[in-house]
């Protein structure tokens, strides 16, 4: 597993099946994004029986059979949502064209798990929820930086057994490396990607929501900026806001593509959650010029400081989860609310960014 480049960061568990053989059929379209990896990897991990890859880009599609021998080409999306062995379709599509493939998936009676963000506008929010409403199916969203993170994982179980008391405030630190050079064209295209806010930002919505408890919050301040590459316009390499919950937590995250060529993998996440009997410190990728492995987990309470080095112990138990929801038709990975509402706070925070003007020189 590369460590490097954010965007083919795909994480490897151990398999842990939930289901029988021959039992759960998934299929994956639109390969614009190596998330789709990790994606996969998880699912495959948990039981899933991969089918059919469909993308119309060949040398996309004989790259990733390369990984995944066992999936069959497919000559059409059609050929794929009218396969009815198949009842979740997993794609990583350009941003803006993660919400209108997502409808036609669910359309055609299959789930749908998608690589974050979602989707990039509050009028694809509704389409996307008058379309589960009308379907009755699963539009569900791979927030990776949370569920295929083991020491992510392992603060939402701590929090759970109640070691830190109740959630108050949430910080996130999402940095990660540009490698422009490697990106696809639509990658500098706002109207594409949606802004860095609700990119990778995102990620830290969720977890923010999640490790609260939270249903709703407000974005009370969001920033953005392109500080250092005029080459690309449209890019915003730098984004920040503050939320508030409904239940009264406070969060601030930063997101940024300044990642030090010199880091040994390509982003120094870190999360900080501060409850009321204690705190927790993730460092997620690395633990900087101590060690290079990631999973790093620091639990100070009333029983002392205590460091966790989780990686390789916990797994990833939202892709089984999910597999059991889309077969039982329950919400145990993930609720459909959880999934919107973060979509939606992302989409907001983006809209109402106040834009930041570097120094001219």
């Excluded at 509704?126 to 699963?138: E, I, N, P, Q, S």
Aim: with cysteine; aromatic share 10%.
């Amino acid at each position: 597993m590369q460590k490097t480049d954010g965007m083919n960061f795909a994480p490897e568990g151990k398999p842990a099946p939930v289901v029988k053989k021959d039992s759960f059929f998934i299929a994956v379209v639109a390969l614009d994004h190596g998330h789709i990896y990790g994606m996969c990897n998880g699912l495959v991990e948990a039981g899933a029986e991969l089918v059919w890859v469909y993308d119309p880009d060949p040398v996309k599609v004989e790259a990733f059979i390369k990984v995944f021998p066992q999936a069959r080409p497919a000559t059409s999306l059609e050929q794929v949502l009218t396969d009815n062995r198949i009842t979740l379709v997993a794609a990583a599509a350009v941003t803006s064209e993660r919400c209108p493939l997502g409808i036609k998936v669910m359309e055609a009676g299959k789930d749908y798990f998608t690589d974050k963000a979602p989707l990039v506008s509050l009028e694809q929010l509704a389409a996307a929820k008058a379309a589960v409403r009308r379907t009755g199916r699963k539009y569900m969203v791979y927030y990776s930086e949370r569920i295929h993170v083991e020491s992510a994982v392992f603060a939402g179980q701590l929090i759970e057994r109640g070691a830190i008391g109740r959630v108050i405030s949430v910080q996130g630190m999402g940095p990660h490396r540009l490698n422009a050079l490697s990106r696809p064209a639509w990658f500098f295209e706002k109207e594409k990607y949606g802004g860095i806010l609700c990119d990778i930002g995102s990620h830290q919505i969720e977890q923010f929501l999640y490790y609260t408890g939270a249903e709703d919050a407000e974005v009370t301040s969001s920033m953005v900026a392109n500080f250092s590459h005029p080459e690309y316009p449209e890019l915003e390499d730098f984004g920040q806001a503050m939320l508030v919950a409904d239940n009264g937590a406070a969060h601030y995250f930063r997101v940024d593509w300044f990642t030090p060529d010199g880091l040994s993998t390509w982003g120094d996440g870190r999360t900080f959650i501060l409850g009321t009997e204690g705190t927790i410190e993730l460092r997620k990728y690395v633990d900087v010029a101590s060690s290079k492995d990631g999973d790093h987990v620091y639990l100070v309470n009333k029983d002392g400081e205590q460091h966790f080095a989780v990686a390789g112990t916990v797994g990833y138990p939202f892709f089984g989860q999910l597999i059991l929801d889309c077969i039982n038709r329950t919400e145990n990975a993930m609720t459909q609310d959880h999934a919107f509402k973060a979509a939606e706070l992302c989409v907001r925070a983006q809209l109402q960014a106040f834009v930041l003007k570097p120094e001219e020189k």
